[in-house]
C-alpha cells in the first residue's frame, strides 16, 4: 500500500488505535454514527472496523456486514465482530435498543416516571433538553409588524413618488422601490458589459 509522511498506510491507521482496553478503540475520527473512518490512500475514506478485519483476517464478502458484538461502534477487535447478514445486523440492533438507551444505560433499570422509553439516568444527567446538556433556546420577542410595509427591506420610505404597483394575477397587487429597483438595473447592466 502507499505511504504518506514516510509512513505506510498500515503504520498511519496503527498509530490511531488504543489497544490498551478490553475494545480496540478507534481514537480518530468518526462519522455522524459513532464508527471510525480512516483515509486509506488511494481507497479513500473507509470505516476503521472494516479495514481493521481485512487487514487482520481478510476481504468482507458483499452480501455480509460487520456487526459489532461488543456494541462499541469505535472497536476494531476481530474477537468482539462477527460478519451477519443485513437483516441479522438489523435484528440485532433493534434488541439491544430496546435493553439500553444510547448512552449504555439499561432500559429496565432506568424508566423515567411516565413509563417511556426515556433513560432516568440520562434525564438526571442532563435535566434541560433529554442529554444534550445545553438550556433550552430562549423565545423571540414577538414583534408587530406594519401592514402594509411603510419603507423597503434597504430602509427607502414607500411614497408615490418612489413606488412601482404592479397587478398580479387573482387581484393580488406588488409594490416595489424604485430606488431599488434603479439600484438592481444598474448592477445588472454591469455585469452584462463585464461578461461582453
Request: with cysteine; hydrophobic share 25%; proline share 5%.
Amino acid at each position: 500500500m502507499g505511504k504518506s509522511n514516510g509512513m505506510s498506510v498500515e503504520d498511519r491507521f496503527w498509530e490511531k488505535v488504543d489497544a490498551n482496553g478490553v475494545c480496540w478503540e478507534w481514537t480518530a475520527s468518526t462519522d455522524s454514527s459513532g464508527y471510525g473512518t480512516f483515509n486509506a490512500g488511494d481507497r479513500g475514506t473507509v470505516s476503521a472496523h472494516r479495514f481493521a478485519w481485512e487487514l487482520l483476517i481478510g476481504p468482507i464478502p458483499g452480501h455480509l456486514e460487520y456487526d459489532h458484538r461488543c456494541m462499541n461502534t469505535r472497536c476494531l477487535l476481530p474477537d468482539h465482530a462477527e460478519l451477519v447478514t443485513h437483516l441479522e445486523n438489523v435484528r440485532r440492533a433493534r434488541a439491544h435498543d430496546r435493553v439500553y438507551c444510547k448512552y449504555g444505560h439499561r432500559r429496565d433499570e432506568n424508566r423515567v416516571a411516565s413509563g417511556g422509553r426515556g433513560c432516568h439516568s440520562c434525564t438526571r444527567k442532563h435535566p434541560i433538553g433529554w442529554g444534550k446538556g445545553r438550556p433550552a433556546k430562549p423565545k423571540r420577542e414577538r414583534v408587530e409588524r406594519v401592514w402594509p410595509p411603510t419603507h423597503c427591506k434597504h430602509g427607502h420610505e414607500f411614497t408615490a413618488e418612489n413606488t412601482y404597483v404592479q397587478q398580479k394575477p387573482g387581484g393580488r397587487t406588488s409594490r416595489q422601490c424604485k430606488r431599488c429597483k434603479a439600484f438592481n438595473q444598474r448592477r445588472y447592466v454591469a455585469r452584462l458589459s463585464e461578461a461582453a
